[in-house]
């Protein structure tokens, strides 16, 4: 996009790194916005800058990013939304988050990471596979059962159905 920019309207990139240009007038000791109808034409151009960056980003943007920034004002705001959404976080940041983010459920298993290992060199790999240990441990003992008495039902069902078929069978030879 810099060079993009750079190459069609140099100032664009600029105002996207720095802010847009605000014409701006002295009132007494302090400088305040000039209201649109003091604009001069340098002002409108410097206005124009900013639009035409805001216009090369939206053109660059697929559907989901450019909703994402289309309340912005300024190509400065849009570029900086953008570089927030595809922050790269280091890798003990995403570590936090990950514990930051679990359900209270799984307030014990946290506490006892956070106590047990230094956050700073755990991996995201280590945390998952101890995070998907403990989900196995505790939530994998209730699936079995639930499994097994399942299982105990149909089979009590599936023998009770064959010795009354059986029976039926039986008595149809005695009858014979």
């Not at 847009?20 to 409108?44: A, I, Q, R």
């Amino acid at each position: 996009m810099k060079v993009f920019m750079l190459a069609n309207v140099p100032k664009a990139w600029i105002m996207t790194m720095k802010g847009p240009y605000v014409p701006m007038k002295v009132v007494g000791e302090s400088e305040v916005p000039k209201e649109e109808v003091e604009w001069t034409n340098d002002d409108l151009v410097k206005i124009m800058i900013n639009n035409k960056a805001i216009n090369m980003l939206q053109c660059a943007l697929n559907p989901t990013e450019f909703h994402r920034v289309s309340g912005c004002d300024t190509a400065k705001e849009m570029w900086d939304m953008l570089e927030a959404l595809g922050k790269v976080y280091p890798p003990q940041e995403v570590v936090r988050k990950v514990l930051r983010s679990l359900l209270k459920s799984w307030e014990a298993k946290k506490m006892a990471i956070e106590e047990s290992k230094d956050l700073n060199t755990l991996k995201l790999e280590d945390l998952i596979g101890k995070l998907m240990t403990y989900e196995i441990e505790v939530q994998g003992d209730g699936g079995v059962e639930i499994v097994e008495k399942k299982n105990k039902n149909v089979a009590f069902k599936a023998s009770n159905q064959k010795e009354e078929s059986e029976d039926d069978a039986s008595n149809d030879e005695s009858s014979n």
